[in-house]
């Protein structure tokens, strides 16, 4: 059966700091992927999607970055953290036979 | 690009009453319509979903009806609980690819 593995579940971070959050996916092959974040209360923002390896699309221009070095693995980085970067943020996978399945989450606070 | 609005904002009903959540969307080429139900710091999880090739669709309590002539996808539950308090996000797409979400209905079941 096909698993997402998401970590850290909760982050603080200081301001100008840097962020790396990992994501990786069992049980399918050549998923696509994604990052969404979701500010309190509000909806499901989706920051980059990736349809395979080194294969990235940015939604909203921001000093995020994504990259995926394998298969099943997506990394979302930041060179210096911003308060506004504080959120939810939810890596997800889809491929041809199932829809979105969302990662737990991470939850990032930027002080 | 698709366009997905979802009303109301916010619904609150007795429980054991029914609650109803309408999206419109706006690219006809779209084909696979899901909703997802988000518990408070919790991912969003699919809770039913539907094909264009189907007008409803039910799941015990849940149902979902999609008119795609007038390009709007109704979520119906029935004999609320508190339990069914969350978030519920709508969304629309095409199968293994990317989905566009409403913004959310955030939905209260009183006793």
């Known amino acids: 059966s096909q698993t997402i593995h998401q970590w850290p579940a909760t982050l603080v971070q200081p301001v100008g700091s840097p962020l790396s959050l990992e994501c990786t996916v069992e049980?399918?092959?050549?998923?696509?992927l994604y990052w969404y974040r979701q500010a309190a209360g509000r909806g499901l923002q989706l920051l980059f999607y990736s349809v395979g390896i080194g294969q990235i699309s940015s939604e909203v221009p921001q000093n995020l970055s994504a990259s995926r070095p394998q298969d099943r693995q997506f990394i979302l980085s930041s060179k210096k953290l911003l308060l506004s970067d504080s959120g939810f943020y939810l890596c997800?996978?889809?491929?041809?036979?199932?829809?979105?399945?969302f990662g737990s989450g991470t939850r990032l606070t930027v002080v | 690009g698709e366009n997905v609005e979802q009303h109301p904002s916010t619904l609150s009903v007795q429980e054991g009453d029914s609650a109803v959540i309408k999206c419109t969307y706006s690219?006809?080429?779209?084909?696979?319509f899901p909703w997802y139900k988000q518990e408070l710091g919790k991912r969003p999880q699919l809770i039913i979903d539907?094909?264009?090739?189907?007008g409803e669709k039910k799941d015990q309590r849940i149902a979902v009806t999609l008119n795609k002539t007038a390009k709007h996808f109704s979520l119906h539950i029935t004999e609320t609980q508190p339990e069914d308090s969350a978030v519920y996000f709508c969304a629309a797409g095409n199968y293994g690819q990317n989905f566009v979400f409403g913004p959310g209905t955030r939905l209260s079941v009183l006793p």
């Open positions: 539907i094909r264009s090739n189907v």
């Open positions: 049980g399918t092959s050549n998923p696509n």
């Open positions: 997800a996978w889809s491929d041809r036979d199932y829809g979105y399945t």
């Open positions: 690219d006809s080429a779209s084909n696979y």
